[in-house]
């Protein structure tokens, strides 16, 4: 069954609809999903809806639902958005599912065991948007939520407490021999500073609202929404149930999360991970935040960026692309119309859009569509830059290093346009004693057209697909396996192919 990777997203609020955030995380776990299946893993890729807690309660009073009705109508335009952007995920999980509710139970159940778990009195300031405590000292002036800038409300109650403390030696080891288990560097530092200043132990229960999971041993309290919500990641691999599925796909390789939830996944989810005896994921990586157009993205500001509307507009792989191209992955990006149609009419109309065009009329033209044979001939810089960018490629991604893994491909790119311009094939065309120069040239370039097909298919799985049917295959090229096609010379000699057609629309900076 060969050697398995699971990569996470985390599982979105249903308090709001899916703006670019979600779609930000969910396509970059998408690409590394994707990539790591055509590398001949057996990946499983998760994702899902936080559906429990305060906001949804809140919400759905406020719309005048029923907590699960809001879920029930609102996971919609998740599943939606996913199918429109072309996500692989494997699974979608919903907290509100039984499946869940045995696993959150089964891992309070052992950490209750552990001793792990008591009675105690919660006092505390509490943010509703947030759903996070805070103490005085944390609060901004006027008492404000240090997070999101709102009021605050003072709330005490009682509560049952995890016993986190207890783990913070251990966890700080492992933080110490595990550099990588959280990235990138800057968010592992922070990390490490915060582990380091002391952990105390975590309010896990509530009884100020009803939505959630109730305790066994005390009815009155449902569990707090991140205990809850973090344990989908293992309710999705069998557990507690299905321990042969469990073992093979649990710990995970990698949860891509935003920064903002980086402690409750690089602190939180471990300590609950130690107490239950259970492994801790391998990684954990942090990406920015999206601005719009310079400024913070807010439904007051009324500049929520909407996929739905954006790939209505500039299309689905344009969108995928440009989020992965844009920002480095990890630092915070700005998003603007602008910046969008800029790359889409250069990086992808004109340099790979063109350049695919330009090849395949030419081979149309000089040998009737038909692949020419190659003749080992001119393929020096071609073929080595191809080859370099398939193993940068590897490398970038498994480091989730988007945008370098574009430009490693867009090298390739690039050097095709320049050989292009220096052989002047049109030239050789005119000179019968240069057809073994035109035949390698065009060979050369259509065998390096098949290759980019390959890399740019976890990014813009349409339009790669798209261009491996305009190269004559009929086959599906996300199910190709680099292992065995991707290697330089493998295109077959007098493999008819297509006419050329755009790739990637201009489109009009209307501003
Ligand atoms: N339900 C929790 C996660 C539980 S995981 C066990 C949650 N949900 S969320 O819907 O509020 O946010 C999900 C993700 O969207 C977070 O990773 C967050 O960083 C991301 N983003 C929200 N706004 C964003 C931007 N403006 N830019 C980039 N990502 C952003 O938190």
Redesign the pocket.
Known sequence: MGRTFYVT?????VN?VP????A??TIAADVLARYKRMAGYDCFFLTGT?EHGQKVEKAARESGETPQELADRVVERFKGLWKRLNISNDDFIRTTQERHKRAVLALYQRAWEKGDIYLGEYEGWYCVPCESFWTETQLEEGRRCPSCGRPTEKVKEPSYFFRMSRYQERLLRHLESNPDFVQPPSRYNEILNFVRGGLRDLSISRTGFRWGIPLPNDPEHVLY??FD??T??ITAVGFPDDRERFERYWPADCHI?????LR??AVY?PTFLMSADLPLPRRVFA??????EGK??SKSAGNVVDPYQVTDEFGVDPFRYFLLREVPFGL?GDFSRSALVHRINGDLANDLGNLASRVLAMTKRYFGGRVPPSHDLMDGQVRSQAERSLKELDRHISDLAFQQALTSIWDLVDLLNKYLDETAPWGLAKDEGKRRELEAVLYNCLEALRLLAIMLSPFMPSAAQRLWEMLGFDSKVEEARIEEVGRWGLLPEGQQTQPPSPLFPRVEDKG
């Open positions: 997203t985390p599982i979105y609020y709001d703006h670019i955030g979600h930000y995380t936080d929404v991140w919500a973090l989908n990641y999360i935003g920064k903002d939830i409750f996944h989810w990406h920015g935040w999206w601005t719009v913070k993205m915070d």
